[in-house]
T-cell receptor, first 114, second 114 residues
């Protein structure tokens, strides 16, 4: 089955700096890579996703890059703000007929220091 | 539109007791999921239901059973609770956009087994 590794497990940055979280996956058939943000005591919520037919996607201060050859993808947050403090999870899935599961990384706790 | 709802929010059980966690979604999604979240372990899939009338085991199914009661509802049952089942449980449902997944999570149930 799919295996997703996520690094680092914790990350502290100064407000205004950039943060980068990296994930690797094992199954070359995976073609969908979402990122979830989970604030303390809350549910995970999708913040951005990327499909295997593109290499980069941006949404305001967040961006995700995908390297299919190396089987890794990354989340980039620019101009970090205190409200970006949360746990971030990457995930991978093969999205096709008969396939339904997401495999999650173990999470990165991001702390933005004012 | 309430999205994904879960009951109860909190529960304390004694070892050996049984209980059922309830989940419902009003988004007309076909697929539903149960995850458990433990510190440092990310989100691990317990069971999922690809469509009404079907259920399948995930990564950590031992000690649990599920019922897909109808398209809206997917319940998780602990027949004889053990301290190792102390965790936060999340239900999710899947929106299918084209050929890709997007999973929406409920607010979670925090379960403590003494």
């Amino acid at each position: 089955g799919e295996n997703v590794e996520q690094h680092p497990s914790t990350l502290s940055v100064q407000e205004g700096d950039s943060a980068v979280i990296k994930c690797t996956y094992s199954d070359s058939a995976s073609n969908y890579f979402p990122w979830y943000k989970q604030e303390l005591g809350k549910r995970p919520q999708l913040i951005i996703d990327i499909r295997s037919n593109v290499g980069e996607k941006k949404d305001q201060r967040i961006a995700v890059t995908l390297n299919k050859t190396a089987k890794h993808f990354s989340l980039h947050i620019t101009e970090t703000q205190p409200e970006d403090s949360a746990v971030y999870f990457c995930a991978a899935a093969y999205s096709g007929a008969g396939s339904y599961q997401l495999t999650f990384g173990k999470g990165t706790k991001l702390s933005v220091i004012p | 539109n309430a999205g994904v709802t879960q009951t109860p929010k909190f529960q304390v059980l004694k070892t050996g007791q049984s209980m059922t966690l309830q989940c419902a979604q009003d988004m007309n999604h076909n697929s539903m999921y149960w995850y458990r979240q433990d510190p440092g372990m990310g989100l691990r899939l317990i069971y999922y239901s690809a469509s009404e009338g079907t259920t399948d085991k995930g990564e950590v199914p031992n000690g649990y059973n599920v019922s897909r009661l109808n398209k809206r509802e997917f319940s998780l049952r602990l027949e004889s609770a053990a301290p190792s089942q102390t965790s936060v449980y999340f239900c999710a449902s899947r929106k299918r956009t084209g050929n890709y997944n997007e999973q929406f999570f409920g607010p979670g149930t925090r379960l403590t087994v003494l």
